[in-house]
T-cell receptor, first 114, second 113 residues
Framework: GENVEQHPSTLSVQEGDSAVIKCTYS??????FPWYKQELGKRPQLIIDIRSNVGEKKDQRIAVTLNKTAKHFSLHITETQPEDSAVYFC?????????????FGAGTQVVVTP | DTGVSQNPRHKITKRGQNVTFRCDPI?????LYWYRQTLGQGPEFLTY????????KSRLLSDRFSAERPKGSFSTLEIQRTEQGDSAMYLC???????????FGSGTRLTVV
């Protein structure tokens, strides 16, 4: 089955700096890659996603890149703010749309210090 | 309808007892998922429903676990003869075809003592 690895497990950045989280996946049939943000004690929330026919997607300060050949994708957060502090999860799915079963990475704890 | 609702929020039970959790998805969402999340890990897939049909169960789900979605609306997850290893956050998520990603509930935190 699919295996998703996520690095680093913790990331500490100064406010205003950029943060990058990387994920690799094993199943070349995976074609949908969402990122979820989970604040302490709260539910995971979708922040951005990308499909396999797209190499990059941006939404304000966050962007995701996908390299299908290398089977890895990354989340980039620019101009980090304290409210970006949370656990971020990458995931992969073989579904033909966004509603398939997701295989999640182990998560990255991001701490933004003022 | 303000989102996915899960009850109870917390459950403490003694080893060997049975527990049941409930999930009320967003009403127009026809697909419902159950995931389990342990500390420091991402959510792990358990099972999912398309309307009332249970279409897939994870190999992680032992015979002690059962889930239902009798009328294609709310769902229940039952764990029989609980073990300490069942302690986790149980997350429900729902989604409609073509929509933008899952909506997760706040989860039920199970502690088996």
């Amino acid at each position: 089955g699919e295996n998703v690895e996520q690095h680093p497990s913790t990331l500490s950045v100064q406010e205003g700096d950029s943060a990058v989280i990387k994920c690799t996946y094993s199943d070349s049939a995976s074609n949908y890659f969402p990122w979820y943000k989970q604040e302490l004690g709260k539910r995971p929330q979708l922040i951005i996603d990308i499909r396999s026919n797209v190499g990059e997607k941006k939404d304000q300060r966050i962007a995701v890149t996908l390299n299908k050949t290398a089977k890895h994708f990354s989340l980039h957060i620019t101009e980090t703010q304290p409210e970006d502090s949370a656990v971020y999860f990458c995931a992969a799915s073989k579904g033909t749309d966004s509603w398939g079963k997701l295989q999640f990475g182990a998560g990255t704890q991001v701490v933004v210090t003022p | 309808d303000t989102g996915v609702s899960q009850n109870p929020r917390h459950k403490i039970t003694k080893r060997g007892q049975n527990v049941t959790f409930r999930c009320d998805p967003i009403s127009e969402h026809n697909r419902l998922y159950w995931y389990r999340q342990t500390l420091g890990q991402g959510p792990e897939f358990l099972t999912y429903f398309q309307n009332e049909a249970q279409l897939e169960k994870s190999r992680l789900l032992s015979d002690r676990f059962s889930a239902e979605r009798p009328k294609g609306s709310f769902s229940t997850l039952e764990i029989q003869r609980t073990e300490q290893g069942d302690s986790a956050m149980y997350l429900c998520a729902s989604i409609a075809g073509g929509s933008k990603g899952y909506t997760f509930g706040s989860g039920t935190r199970l502690t088996v003592v």
